[in-house]
C-alpha cells in the first residue's frame, strides 16, 4: 500500500509495483515480499483476512497480480507472500459459519469456549492489551483473539480446518508464487487444556506466553506445510518468530532446520532492541549464528512494518546518515540473507503522524503513549512532486516532509548518494561468493566501538571492519599486513594497505581483500 500508487486512488497497488519493478532490477535485488494482498477489511493493516484466494480490490485484481508474477519472474525477481495462519477477519466465511450456532461443521476452526461461570475461561491476554476472549452474542460462548477482538484464531487442531487452509496454500503455489512469509507462526497453536499463563517473577502485569506460543505442535504444523512448499521446485518459507524484547534468538532458530524439515528462514529481532555499540551488537549476531549452528541459514534485518526504521532507533538519531552507511555494509556482508526494508535504502525516516490521522488500530489505543506502526509504513519518497511522486492524489498515510531533499529521483542523480550506495554494495555482495556464501569469523571481541569479522570463501578472505564511535580508531593487527581497500564508506577509492594498524574514520566501514 505504500510502494506506488498506479491509479490515484491514493493506495499503492499491484500495478505500481508493475511500474517501479525496473526500479528494483537496478537495485539490485533478488526477491520481493509483499504484505498481505488479500481481500480485507484492512482493520489491521490486511493481517485481518477476508478470503484468502482473492485480490483486495484497493490493491487491484488476480490478473493484476499475475501481471506482477510474470513481469517480475521475467526480470530474475521472486515474489513472496505474507501468509497469515494464526487468524483470521471476523468477516471471514469460515468465522462467520463458526459463530452462528454450537453445531454447524466450523465450529471448531476456531478456539470456542462456553466460560467458567459466565466469565472468561483463563487469565490469557491479548497481545495488543485486555482479555484474549471475548464473547460473541449470538452463542453465548467466548471466542480466543490473539490480537484484536475482529482477529479470530483458528483452531490448528482441527484436521478439517488444516486441510482447508492448506489448500489456499496450494493456490497460490499452483500460480507460481515463490515462497511465504509466515506470520507469528510460533502462536499458531495453544494449550490445549487452556491452562492460566504465568507471570513473570517481579513483573506482576506480565504474563509469560507459555501457554499460547511456541507449542509443539506448533512444530508440526511447520512441518506439514513445508512438506507441501517441497513439493513443488525451488520455494521457501520464512517465519516471523514473535517473541518480547529484547528478543530470543534461541526460540528463532528453533523454527528452522533442512534436516528436520521446518523453516527454510526465520527472523530474529534482537538486533532490534541493542544499544548502538559493537560490542553488543557483535555478542547479539554471534548469539543468532551460534543457536543456528549447522541446522539453518540466517536471516538478517534490520526494520520492519512493525517496529521504527532503524535510523529512527535510539541513538541511531545522532549522526544517521553515517550510521545507515555502516548498516548498509553490515546488511550486505554479514553471513545470511538480507532483507531490506522499503525506503530504507534512501535513508527514509519514521513520519510524525498527527493523533486525528492515525490508522494503526494499535497506535490509535494506546497514544499518546505509544503511537503505533504508521510513522514507519508511510509512502515511498518517489520524487520532489506533490506527495513525493507515491500518488496524484492524497495517499494513505502522510508524507514525511523531508520528501523535498530525500527522495529516489534526487539520490539517483547524486554519485555518493545512499541509495548509489546500497547498489554498490549489493553489486559488490552478488559479485563475491564469499560474501554470499562464505563462513563468518569474528575479531576483536572486546572492542567496544570497533567490529570485525572475516568471510572467508574456499581462498576468498574479506576483512569487514565498523567503526562504531565518533571518534577515529586505530586498530591493531596481529603481524604486518598487505591489504586492498575494495571499500570504504567515507572514500570509494581503491587503497593498498601494509602494515599492523589501520586507522578508520568516525562510523567509517571498510571492506579489504586478503
Given amino acids: 500500500m505504500s510502494f506506488f500508487d498506479s491509479n490515484g486512488d491514493g493506495y499503492g497497488d499491484l500495478k505500481g509495483i508493475i511500474l517501479k519493478l525496473d526500479y528494483l532490477v537496478d537495485l539490485g535485488i533478488d526477491a520481493i515480499w509483499l504484505s498481505p494482498i488479500y481481500e480485507s477489511p484492512f482493520q489491521d493493516f490486511g493481517y485481518d483476512i477476508s478470503n484468502y484466494q482473492a485480490i483486495d480490490p484497493r490493491l487491484g485484481n488476480m490478473d493484476d497480480f499475475l501481471q506482477l508474477l510474470t513481469e517480475a519472474h521475467e526480470r530474475n525477481i521472486r515474489v513472496i507472500l505474507d501468509l497469515v495462519m494464526n487468524h483470521t477477519s471476523e468477516q471471514h466465511s469460515w468465522f462467520i459459519e463458526s459463530s452462528a450456532s454450537h453445531d454447524n461443521p466450523k465450529r471448531d476452526w476456531y478456539l470456542w469456549h462456553p466460560g467458567e461461570n459466565k466469565s472468561v475461561p483463563n487469565n490469557w491476554k491479548s497481545a495488543v492489551g485486555?482479555?484474549?476472549?471475548?464473547?460473541?452474542?449470538?452463542?453465548?460462548?467466548?471466542?480466543?483473539?490473539?490480537?484484536?477482538?475482529?482477529?479470530?484464531?483458528?483452531?490448528?487442531?482441527?484436521?478439517?480446518?488444516?486441510k482447508e487452509f492448506l489448500e489456499q496454500v496450494r493456490f497460490w503455489l499452483d500460480l507460481g508464487v515463490d515462497g511465504f512469509r509466515l506470520d507469528v507462526i510460533n502462536m499458531v497453536v495453544k494449550d490445549k487444556k487452556l491452562r492460566n499463563s504465568p507471570l513473570f517473577s517481579g513483573f506482576p502485569f506480565i504474563q509469560s506466553k507459555t501457554y499460547t506460543r511456541n507449542r509443539p505442535k506448533s512444530y508440526?504444523?511447520?512441518?506439514?506445510?513445508?512438506?507441501?512448499?517441497?513439493?513443488?521446485?525451488?520455494?521457501?518459507?520464512?517465519?516471523?518468530?514473535?517473541?518480547?524484547?529484547?528478543?530470543?534468538?534461541?526460540?528463532?532458530?528453533?523454527?528452522?532446520?533442512?534436516?528436520?524439515?521446518?523453516?527454510?528462514?526465520?527472523?530474529?529481532?534482537?538486533?532490534?532492541?541493542?544499544?548502538?555499540?559493537?560490542?553488543?551488537?557483535?555478542?547479539?549476531?554471534?548469539?543468532?549464528?551460534?543457536?543456528?549452528?549447522t541446522t539453518?541459514?540466517?536471516?538478517?534485518?534490520?526494520?520492519?512494518?512493525?517496529?521504527?526504521?532503524?535510523?529512527?532507533?535510539?541513538?541511531?538519531?545522532?549522526?544517521?546518515?553515517?550510521?545507515?552507511r555502516l548498516i548498509a555494509v553490515?546488511?550486505?556482508?554479514?553471513?545470511?540473507?538480507?532483507?531490506?526494508?522499503?525506503?530504507d535504502e534512501i535513508g527514509m525516516r519514521n513520519t510524525k503522524i498527527p493523533r486525528r490521522e492515525l490508522i494503526d488500530p494499535i497506535g490509535r489505543k494506546y497514544w499518546p503513549f505509544y503511537v503505533g506502526r504508521d510513522r514507519s509504513r508511510t509512502p515511498m519518497q518517489w520524487n520532489t512532486e506533490?506527495?513525493?511522486?507515491?500518488?496524484?492524489?492524497?495517499?494513505?498515510?502522510?508524507?514525511?516532509?523531508?520528501?523535498?531533499?530525500?527522495?529516489?529521483?534526487?539520490?539517483?542523480?547524486?554519485q555518493d548518494?545512499?541509495?548509489?550506495?546500497?547498489?554498490?554494495?549489493?553489486?559488490?555482495?552478488?559479485?563475491?561468493?564469499?560474501?554470499?556464501?562464505?563462513?563468518?569469523?569474528?575479531?576483536f571481541h572486546e572492542t567496544r566501538d570497533v567490529m570485525a569479522y572475516m568471510r572467508i570463501f574456499e581462498d576468498t578472505r574479506f576483512l569487514i571492519i565498523l567503526n562504531f564511535s565518533f571518534l577515529s580508531k586505530m586498530i591493531r593487527l596481529e603481524e604486518n599486513q598487505k591489504l586492498t581497500r575494495i571499500h570504504s564508506s567515507h572514500?570509494?577509492?581503491?587503497?593498498i594497505f601494509e602494515g599492523s594498524v589501520i586507522s578508520l574514520l568516525p562510523f567509517e566501514a571498510c571492506i579489504y581483500s586478503l
Avoid at 511522486?389 to 523535498?404: Q, T
Avoid at 572514500?491 to 587503497?495: L, N, Q, V
Wanted: charged content about 25%.
Fill in 130 to 162: 485486555g482479555s484474549a476472549w471475548k464473547l460473541n452474542s449470538e452463542t453465548g460462548h467466548f471466542y480466543y483473539h490473539s490480537f484484536f477482538s475482529f482477529q479470530p484464531d483458528l483452531n490448528w487442531r482441527n484436521k478439517d480446518m488444516q
Fill in 220 to 293: 508440526k504444523i511447520v512441518r506439514k506445510l513445508r512438506k507441501l512448499v517441497d513439493k513443488y521446485n525451488d520455494r521457501m518459507l520464512v517465519g516471523e518468530i514473535y517473541t518480547l524484547p529484547p528478543g530470543d534468538p534461541f526460540i528463532s532458530a528453533s523454527y528452522i532446520g533442512r534436516k528436520n524439515k521446518l523453516l527454510h528462514l526465520s527472523f530474529d529481532f534482537s538486533i532490534f532492541f541493542r544499544p548502538w555499540s559493537a560490542k553488543q551488537y557483535l555478542k547479539c549476531i554471534s548469539s543468532w549464528y551460534w543457536n543456528l549452528s
Fill in 296 to 324: 539453518g541459514w540466517p536471516s538478517i534485518v534490520f526494520s520492519n512494518h512493525d517496529l521504527n526504521r532503524y535510523i529512527n532507533r535510539g541513538s541511531f538519531t545522532l549522526f544517521p546518515d553515517k550510521k545507515a
Fill in 330 to 343: 553490515m546488511l550486505l556482508t554479514l553471513r545470511g540473507t538480507p532483507f531490506l526494508y522499503y525506503g
Fill in 386 to 414: 506533490k506527495y513525493a511522486g507515491f500518488s496524484d492524489n492524497r495517499p494513505w498515510l502522510r508524507i514525511n516532509k523531508d520528501y523535498i531533499m530525500r527522495n529516489v529521483k534526487l539520490q539517483t542523480n547524486e
Fill in 417 to 443: 548518494s545512499l541509495l548509489n550506495y546500497y547498489r554498490r554494495l549489493i553489486d559488490l555482495r552478488k559479485g563475491n561468493q564469499a560474501l554470499q556464501f562464505g563462513e563468518w569469523m569474528p575479531l
Fill in 491 to 495: 572514500d570509494s577509492r581503491p587503497y
